[in-house]
């Protein structure tokens, strides 16, 4: 992973392979900003001029790179975009410093250091750049082969920035260090969970993403609980079970805890974990396979989480709930219009396999709602009904509480990851009366993404502050990289958890 260190030293006089500045979109051109003067003192005061004559506009996503005149240490100098320029009382807004950092780590691929000369103006801006930095100096290079292995090691092109020095930051000033000590702690988290995301399904199945949270549990100090398929068949988990007995890879539920000494509240964070959704007897057509083994992404943002959360040692229980399963077509695999009894003990008529993660995660909300904690928050890709509404980059957000549905997304603006509240509208939750059964996993096909909501709603524990983020858009990434968002598995919802048990911890939240 990449390093973070804090430095006080000048632009011009560190030593590194390449430093990094931003510039901003100003009414007539190119604007260099803070924290680059002494770059663009070595180029005479026009730096901004050589960028617009190579086209460069300071648009967000921009990269230039230029070679270095007398005067810097480094040989190189990269400038990101960092969009339109911020009023004269206003400063760079932290998403913005994030998702610079994260082009020019891209960008820096091979490179062994980087001075990172971007606007600092607290600790959280220090916070934004490293996180963008470490995000985006991400690459998941596991399954490369042997002789690729030892090319790109003999060439080092390919290889993650290894050390980002954030310049303009106070090394011994206590905020800064904290600042950059928490962002190396999430963002780490963060690529923890896209590595999940991005292991094919023949290596990380439910048994083997239970092992990899035992080895967490481990080396962080954590509570780990796995009930196998025998320990579910025997408490009835009707909704895990039935959804993984088709496949040769059976079902897990994964309790995975922090606790504090100090902590007055807890919360229960529970992820879909199906780790290949073929859709099962409902198979799902030619072209909607390929990405699945993303469909645990909200287990492995729930897993990653609550590792943070202890990285950080925040004064908050957190318990994880990784539901497991995976959802194949088989003999034994559970058929539309079967009945499965969940561990409520209600009754659900089974419409269609493909809305197997409801299913998984009813069972896992009673489970956590049994211990009563404060607040539960689930985590899925649920709902392609979701992509449709809000498109491929934000997560709805829905809840049984307006006041904590309107938190959850006021803090992940506040954290970057783009998310909108959705409703609960009572009236669809007719269309999952079932006439054998306590309800069905299927309701009207308009709202469907709604449909899902209130279908989890009805295993929330009463009195139960709960709210469900739908990640299926934002959670795999099939596109071009941008800013510190990667191809492949994005990590999305992790830095909205661990702000919200952040927040917990604080008293924030009542």
């Not at 091979?110 to 000369?117: M, Q, R």
């Not at 995976?326 to 539309?336: F, I, L, V």
């Amino acid at each position: 992973m990449t390093a973070l260190t804090l430095s006080t030293s000048s632009a011009a006089t560190l030593r590194a392979d390449a430093v990094v500045v931003g510039v901003a979109k100003g009414p007539k051109g190119p604007v260099v900003a803070p924290g680059a003067e002494a770059v663009d003192q070595a180029f005479d005061g026009k730096l901004a001029a050589v960028l617009e004559t190579l086209g460069a506009s300071g648009g967000e996503g921009e990269a230039t790179k230029l070679p270095a005149p007398s005067g810097l240490k480094a040989p190189v100098v990269l400038a990101v975009g960092l969009g339109e320029l911020p009023g004269e009382d206003e400063g760079f807004a932290e998403e913005a410093l994030r998702r610079a950092a994260g082009t020019a780590a891209r960008a820096l691929a091979g490179v062994k250091k980087a001075a990172f000369a971007l606007p600092v103006e607290d600790a959280e801006s220090v916070a934004a750049i490293g996180e963008g930095a470490i995000m985006g100096a991400y690459s998941f290079t596991s399954y490369r082969g042997t002789d690729g292995k030892k090319e790109a090691a003999k060439n080092d092109k390919s290889a993650p920035l290894a050390e980002a020095a954030i310049l303009g930051a106070k090394p011994r000033d206590k905020a800064f260090k904290a600042a950059v000590e928490r962002a190396a702690a999430v963002a780490a988290e963060v690529n923890r969970a896209r590595d999940l995301i991005n292991i094919p399904s023949n290596d990380l199945f439910p048994k083997s993403f239970a092992a990899e949270a035992q080895t967490a549990a481990k080396e962080h100090g954590l509570k780990v609980e796995v009930l196998d398929e025998k320990a579910l068949l025997k408490g009835g988990y009707g909704g895990i079970m039935g959804v993984g007995q088709g496949s040769a890879n059976p079902p897990r539920l994964v309790r995975i805890a922090y606790t504090h000494p100090k902590a007055e509240k807890t919360l229960a964070l529970v992820g879909k974990g199906i780790t290949y959704d073929s859709g099962g007897i409902s198979l799902k057509p030619a072209g909607h396979n390929e990405t699945m083994k993303c469909d645990m992404a909200g287990a492995a943002a729930v897993f990653a989480a609550v590792v943070a959360v202890a990285k950080l040692g925040l004064a908050v229980n957190v318990t994880g709930w990784l539901a497991l399963a995976e959802n194949m077509p088989s003999g034994t695999a559970t058929r539309p219009g079967d009945v499965l009894k969940m561990y409520s003990g209600k009754t659900v008529e089974v419409l269609n396999t493909d809305a197997e993660g409801r299913l998984v995660l009813a069972d896992a909300l009673t489970r956590a709602s049994e211990e009563n904690p404060d607040a539960i928050v689930d985590v899925a890709t649920l709902t392609g009904a979701m992509v449709l509404a809000l498109g491929d980059r934000t997560f709805g957000v829905m809840a049984n509480d307006d006041a904590f549905r309107a938190a959850i997304h006021e803090i992940a603006e506040e954290v970057g990851e783009q998310a909108w509240p959705m409703p609960l509208p009572a009236e669809l939750r007719k269309s999952m009366d079932s006439s054998i059964a306590d309800m069905a996993n299927m309701g009207e096909r308009m709202g469907g993404g709604l449909v899902a909501g209130l279908f989890l709603k009805e295993f929330v524990g009463e009195g139960i502050t709960w709210a469900h983020l739908d990640i299926a858009g934002p959670a795999f990434h099939e596109k071009a990289p941008y800013g510190y968002t990667p191809k492949g598995g994005t990590g999305s919802a992790v830095r909205t958890l661990v702000r919200l048990a952040e927040r917990t911890a604080d008293g924030d939240l009542g």
